[in-house]
């Protein structure tokens, strides 16, 4: 195993899956062909399919499923937990069994621009755009483009290309 890499022995890794150096992947599974760029952590119980590009300081926290084709930009974040604290109630620190974990789905073709921030509880529709620096709080529909915060539709894309 390559110094640079931390990939946990419960990883599933498809047939020719490229990995860059300073990731780290824990009980996920990766898709044939898909290239996985510097400084990505991919957390247990994620997904991402076949050709799928991941590009460099991207967090894929638990619960998100990304499907193939799917290209996402230079440090997006996804998020898995709708009300994030620290402590319990009782002010003790939070565990696994203290918070549930929220789904996120990335559907076929689509595309999020870098610095993207996904919220939990949220679908990207196929072949949509996510604009570079979006907030999605919402579902986005299928071939659509959205920018902004919070992502808005800016307008459809009539044949799953963006014209």
């Keep these: 195993m390559d ?3 931390s ?5 599933k890794l498809g047939e020719g899956v490229k990995l860059s150096k300073f990731i780290n992947l824990y009980g996920c599974e990766i898709g044939d062909e898909t290239k996985i760029g ?3 952590e991919i957390q247990k119980n994620a997904s991402v399919g076949k050709r799928c590009k991941i590009s460099s300081h991207t967090f894929i926290c638990e619960g998100v499923t990304i499907e ?3 290209f996402i930009g ?3 974040m996804f998020i898995n937990d709708l009300y994030p604290r620290a402590t319990t109630g009782t002010g003790g620190l939070q565990t696994e069994a203290d918070w549930h974990v929220e789904r996120t789905v990335v559907k076929k073709g689509a595309s ?14 196929e072949n949509a755009i996510v604009g570079a620096g979006a907030v999605v709080t919402k579902d986005v529909p299928a071939n659509t483009i959205v920018a902004g915060n ?12 963006a014209q």
């Design 3 to 5: 110094q640079f890499l």
């Design 7 to 11: 990939i946990a022995p419960d990883v």
């Design 38 to 40: 510097a400084f990505v």
């Design 68 to 70: 193939d084709n799917v």
């Design 74 to 76: 230079h440090g997006v």
């Design 112 to 125: 999020i621009g870098s610095g993207a921030t996904i919220l939990a509880n949220t679908c990207i529709g």
């Design 150 to 161: 919070p992502a808005r539709i800016l307008r459809q894309i009539e044949t799953g290309v």
